[in-house]
């Protein structure tokens, strides 16, 4: 690999996930991602989950993905990691590779950090080589073969030292520090596989960070063949090719070299109309409340562009905007078609067992348990096309 992230968002800041919903009829706010607020405990869950389901308009059981999520389901070794190191010619480095097909939504790698920093000014280059003086021997000959980034001045960006500039080159996010006053700093953890996944800007692989194993998962975003490199996104992918490479220069020195920034002439110009008004899309959502009707026909076109543009990172938040569009309106039987929806697209990217999967596994059991459900006259909208 030859950059890391350092603290990117997976997808564009709009307002926080824990933002208070707003029931006056004249503003009515959409927010992309489910408040966790209301989930029970493991063992309230299971009672509540019985209950639900009992409902006439719930489902008669719990309900399971379409597709397996946990294994390849094939007859594979799957203590064989399903990837290797190799050579990365586009990059001048070293990646990872697929060494065999993975299935859409499969985990493909799941790692602890070495160790883990505070967020700044408390990360220094003393503090980096304090936990490195912990690792192995053979940890930390991994670690100083990974790429810095910041070896020389560039772009505003000062030289660092090398345990420093290979960290922040590195590192990835990786849960909330402490005693930060609630402020959402996060820490940041090496991982010394995953910093061998290149760019790009259209990713197979998602991330997520398993707060209560400790570890980062990452997770197939559609099937995977034989010998594809493996990469994930460093910077948001809703940019224009020139808004990502710019950001690309500035945050880690390098031109990304992948299939969508190998675009040129009309395709290049379509993609970046694509992606431009995806963008745009994600933030007129969230103000529509109001407009349950135009929400949904916004929500429907951003569906297609990611479609069209090879990207599902944001599927699930589109979704779950159009299940909430519906239970406003008290149309429950579409609201439960697009959580479901949500369900399996968060599945796919975090797990059966994140939060947001269970959230939305929870409205699809009950719709009315939202706080927004009935809030506007009741009415008909649509399902997933």
């Keep these: 690999m030859d950059h890391r992230p350092q603290s990117r968002p997976m997808k564009p800041s709009m307002r926080a996930a824990s933002a208070p919903y707003r029931h006056s009829r004249s503003s009515v706010c959409i927010v992309h991602t489910p408040s966790l607020e209301t989930i029970a405990t493991a063992d ?57 097909a993975i299935p859409k939504g499969c985990i493909v790698l799941s790692e602890s950090p070495i160790f883990t920093q505070p967020p700044p000014p408390s990360r220094t280059n003393s503090t980096v080589m ?105 910077v948001d992918v809703l940019g224009t090719k020139a808004q990502r490479m710019e950001e690309l220069r500035t945050a880690f020195g390098f031109e990304c070299v992948c299939e969508a920034c190998a675009l040129v002439g009309e395709e290049l110009l379509e993609s970046d109309r694509r992606r431009a008004a995806i963008r745009r899309l994600f933030e007129e959502v969230g103000v529509c409340g109001n407009e349950p009707t135009l929400g949904l026909r916004k929500v429907k076109l951003a569906l297609r562009l990611l479609k069209d543009e090879g990207l599902v990172h944001y599927e699930a938040s589109f979704c779950f905007d159009a299940f909430q569009f519906c239970i406003l309106v008290s149309d429950y039987v579409n609201a439960k078609a697009w959580v479901r929806k949500a369900w399996e697209a968060s599945c796919s990217t975090s797990g059966l067992d994140s939060p947001a999967s269970r959230a939305f596994k929870m409205y699809w059991a009950n719709p009315r348990a939202h706080e927004l459900a009935g809030v506007l006259p009741k009415a008909t909208l649509h399902g997933p096309d």
């Design 130 to 234: 304090s936990a490195l003086s912990q690792c192995t021997r053979d940890e930390q000959r991994q670690y100083f073969n990974l790429a810095n980034a910041y070896k020389t001045p560039r772009m505003g960006k000062r030289a660092l030292l090398p345990a420093l500039g290979i960290f922040e080159t590195n590192a990835l996010p990786c849960g909330k520090a402490k005693g930060t006053g609630g402020g959402g700093t996060r820490r940041a953890g090496i991982f010394l596989l995953a910093a061998r996944l290149n760019h790009s800007c259209q990713p197979n692989l998602a991330r997520w960070w398993d707060e209560g194993a400790q570890r980062m998962t990452f997770r197939a975003l559609r099937d995977i063949a034989e010998g594809d490199e493996l990469c994930m996104n460093y």
């Design 44 to 100: 309230e869950e299971e009672d509540e989950e019985t209950t639900f389901c009992e409902s006439s308009d719930s489902p008669r059981t719990s309900p399971e993905p379409s597709h397996r999520h946990e294994s390849s389901g094939s007859s594979v070794d799957d203590s064989i990691p399903p990837y290797k190191v190799a050579s990365a010619p586009l990059t001048d480095g070293v990646g990872l590779f697929a060494t065999r």
